[in-house]
Nanobody, 121 residues
Framework: QVQLVESGGGLVQAGGSLRLSCAAS????????MAWYRQAPGKQRAWVAL???????NYVDSVKGRFTISRDTAKNTVYLQMNSLKPEDTAVYYC???????????????WGQGTQVTVSS
């Protein structure tokens, strides 16, 4: 089965940096896109960044210029480089992958377990 394993979360001071990693494993036929979401306590899960199989990227306005999403296609791994972190970036960050398990299968969303990012002021 598909598994998304995240790492890189932690505690950092405002203005600091973290890099999140998410490796997808299992019998994966193809990955259409990978993305990062985040959820602060008491708030809805929100999309943060996206990268498609063609390498196109997109970001929510609040992180543009500070966060960079990238990928290592050979390793089925997506990264989120987070610079100039702000306290409002504090949240649980979730890796998402839209993928197919076979050529004839539909595509589905899979999620990582989440990793805590805390930015202190």
């Amino acid at each position: 089965q598909v598994q998304l394993v995240e790492s890189g979360g932690g505690l950092v001071q405002a203005g600091g940096s973290l890099r999140l990693s998410c490796a997808a494993s299992g019998s994966i036929f193809s990955i259409n896109a990978m993305a990062w979401y985040r959820q602060a306590p008491g708030k809805q899960r929100a999309w943060v960044a996206l990268i498609t199989s063609g390498g196109r990227t997109n970001y929510v306005d609040s992180v543009k210029g500070r966060f960079t999403i990238s990928r290592d296609t050979a390793k089925n791994t997506v990264y989120l480089q987070m610079n100039s972190l702000k306290p409002e970036d504090t949240a649980v960050y979730y890796c998402n992958a839209n993928l197919r398990l076979s050529y004839s299968d539909n595509s589905y969303d899979y999620w990582g377990q989440g990793t805590q990012v805390t930015v202190s002021s």
